[in-house]
């Protein structure tokens, strides 16, 4: 079974399915902003009724440090988050799910 960075997607176009974006790419690597910045581009691109598994960088922490306040700001109630996992690379996982 493939781990779910394994099979992360890069964030382009509107996804009518459940997916994963990968943003623990080594431009990730301590740059926070781009990720938040993808974070959201990443949610924005879910359809509703769906979920993205958010595949964060290890070296920029665990993401409740700087991405959970940004996803409440950004979309407030629309959304629900929680932690998955932490992956064997170091790297974490986030699913957003993106309401009706």
Known sequence: MASAHEDAESVDGVHQNSWSAN????????ER???????VEAVESTAAGYHVNLVTHGDNGHPEE??????DEAFGDSV???YVDQCGCGGHVTRVRVGN
């Not at 943003?23 to 301590?30: I, R």
């Not at 902003?33 to 974070?39: G, K, M, P, Q, R």
């Not at 700087?66 to 996803?71: C, G, P, R």
């Open 66 to 71: 700087y991405l959970y306040d940004e996803l």
């Open 23 to 30: 943003l623990e790419k080594d431009e990730h690597a301590g």
């Open 80 to 82: 629900a988050y929680e």
């Open 33 to 39: 902003e781009l990720v938040v910045e993808e974070a």
